[in-house]
């Protein structure tokens, strides 16, 4: 199982990023593919997840509302498009992927972990 993130940067806070996540070595349809991240002295936070088989998704409470996540089945590509961001969203983000139907519970901890992409949000 390989995952990479892509797709962060600095932006000022207000403004927009898209992450990607790019899969490869197992079946995409049959995994769930979570979003997490890590600030700097705190603790990994599970923000979103999406199931590649019915469309399940679930969104952290800080981040619902402006964080939308979507996957291209074709490609083996999970998105995190990420509005109306604030400084706090200031980030290692990663994605995270395991084998099977729903995302119930994926804030626990998932089988596989990839590398992440800074972002960065300047007040």
């Known amino acids: 199982v390989q995952l990479q993130a892509s797709g962060g940067g600095l932006v000022q806070a207000g403004g927009s990023l898209r992450l990607s996540c790019a899969a490869s070595?197992?079946?995409?349809?049959?995994?769930?593919i979570g979003w997490f991240r890590q600030a700097p002295g705190k603790e990994r936070e599970a923000i979103s997840c999406?199931?590649?088989?019915?469309?399940?998704?679930r969104y952290a409470e800080s981040v619902t509302g402006r964080f939308t996540v979507s996957s291209d089945n074709a490609k083996n590509t999970v998105y995190l498009q990420m509005n109306s961001l604030k400084p706090e969203d200031t980030a290692v983000y990663y994605c995270?992927?395991?084998?099977?139907?729903?995302?119930?519970?994926?804030?626990?901890?998932?089988?596989?972990y990839g590398k992440g992409t800074q972002v960065t949000v300047s007040s």
């Open positions: 995270a992927a395991e084998p099977r139907l729903l995302c119930v519970g994926y804030q626990f901890g998932m089988d596989y």
């Open positions: 070595g197992f079946t995409f349809d049959e995994y769930i």
């Open positions: 999406i199931s590649n088989m019915d469309g399940d998704t």
